[in-house]
T-cell receptor, first 111, second 114 residues
Framework: RKEVEQDPGPFNVPEGATVAFNCTYS??????FFWYRQDCRKEPKLLMS???SGNEDGRFTAQLNRASQYISLLIRDSKLSDSATYLC????????????FGQGTTLQVKP | DGGITQSPKYLFRKEGQNVTLSCEQN?????MYWYRQDPGQGLRLIYY???????QKGDIAEGYSVSREKKESFPLTVTSAQKNPTAFYLC?????????????FGSGTRLTVV
């Protein structure tokens, strides 16, 4: 089983749609969770951290379910500029700063 | 502005040749990491360093070497022993006590074997 698993997609949605990405992780001791965005042939950039209580940043909402070891990202009112690959990221061994990356979910927003 | 600088942006390597990828940061971050990304795949950890003069192997260290002589610098050498080096290489850093903020990445080096 991969340490962090995501549905690779692609997700093709029209502008204005709401889209949800899911991610599962294998290490129940993980404490830090993130969503990164990666544009084609660019480096990943932090989109948002994911907190236990869930958190929202504009059109983006992240949720964490520790019991099910499941993380989600909801994008509302999709824009063309949201087209990218979204990486689910979880911390590795404690005190190493290592992060474990999922393979990413590709989103294509169409006009 | 503070950040991580990777160079070169593109690098071409001949068979049997060693090449070194540069990674420099002026963020005063303690820990630095090298990842490799292949098309359609997630990032895989090659090496990491949490303090100067110390580094550890990641999941795919074979065929690579690193050094950490200065806090700001963490160069990666891709040796001739790495049989499939064509990939996108990403350097990242973090201040040790602030993992909650995630990594800062450099813009990457795209290495191609010719």
């Amino acid at each position: 089983r991969k340490e962090v698993e995501q549905d690779p997609g692609p997700f093709n949605v029209p502008e204005g749609a709401t889209v949800a990405f899911n991610c599962t992780y294998s290490n129940s001791a993980s404490q830090s969770f993130f969503w990164y965005r990666q544009d084609c042939r660019k480096e990943p950039k932090l989109l948002m951290s994911v907190y236990s209580s869930g958190n929202e940043d504009g059109r983006f909402t992240a949720q964490l379910n520790r019991a099910s070891q499941y993380i989600s990202l909801l994008i509302r009112d999709s824009k063309l500029s949201d087209s990218a690959t979204y990486l689910c990221v979880v911390n590795g061994e404690s005190n190493t700063g290592k992060l474990i990356f999922g393979q990413g979910t590709t989103l294509q927003v169409k006009p | 502005d503070g950040g991580i600088t990777q160079s070169p942006k593109y690098l071409f390597r001949k068979e049997g040749q060693n090449v070194t990828l540069s990674c420099e940061q002026n963020l005063n971050h303690d820990a630095m990491y090298w990842y490799r990304q292949d098309p359609g795949q997630g990032l895989r950890l090659i090496y990491y360093s949490q303090i100067v003069n110390d580094f550890q192997k990641g999941d795919i260290a074979e065929g690579y070497s690193v050094s950490r002589e200065k806090k700001e610098s963490f160069p990666l050498t891709v040796t001739s022993a790495q049989k499939n080096p064509t990939a996108f290489y990403l350097c990242a850093s973090i201040r040790q006590a602030h993992l909650a903020f995630g990594y800062t990445f450099g813009s990457g080096t795209r290495l191609t074997v010719v």
